[in-house]
């Protein structure tokens, strides 16, 4: 039997459990200034214990997973290669090998980052609405360059989708 799909606000709650588990017991990375790559994957960790049902993956580019097809305009690659971009996903919340049960996308962010977020919403954008995840969250965390603490989740919802250039076949 299929297991029912969590909801707006099962999924809202376990990211944001998630992220509390991440800055109670990883402070330590957000203080040395880690790597967005380790922190994705801390993220995963803990997003891990709240989607029992389903894989959580880190920059993931296996099986039945057509990153070609995603309209993505060209980006070149920062020289900073700690903020290197790619088209994987951050972290991902799915079903490996279905392509009908995709739960949540991830686009994380250091606070402390000067990479313009366009790049980020418009993946998550291309995510939702060709590769069909329900839910898409672009996640700002860590000290920014003013010392303050920053922890901001933002929900794209489908509205956006509009602002997505479409490709008339």
Not at 43 to 65: I, K, T
């Amino acid at each position: 039997s299929r297991m029912t799909t969590p909801n707006e606000v099962e999924v809202k709650r376990a990211v944001n459990t998630a992220l509390d588990a991440l800055f109670v017991e990883d402070e330590h990375l957000l203080s040395a200034n880690a790597s967005e790559r380790s922190l994705s994957h801390m993220l995963a960790v803990h997003l891990l214990s709240q989607f029992p049902n389903y894989q959580v993956d880190c920059e993931y580019n296996r099986d039945g997973f057509d990153v070609k097809k995603l309209m993505l305009k060209q980006r070149s690659v920062d020289d900073d290669a700690l903020d290197a971009v790619t088209v994987f996903p951050d972290v991902i919340v799915h079903r490996r090998g279905q392509q009908d049960d995709n739960v949540l996308v991830v686009e994380m962010k250091k606070a402390s980052s000067s990479v313009n977020h366009d790049y980020d919403i418009q993946k998550l954008l291309a995510f939702k609405e060709e590769l069909k995840y329900r839910f898409a969250a672009h996640v700002v965390i860590g000290y920014g360059k003013s010392g303050q603490l920053v922890r901001e989740v933002s929900w794209l919802t489908v509205l956006a989708l509009n602002d997505l250039p479409r490709q008339r076949s």
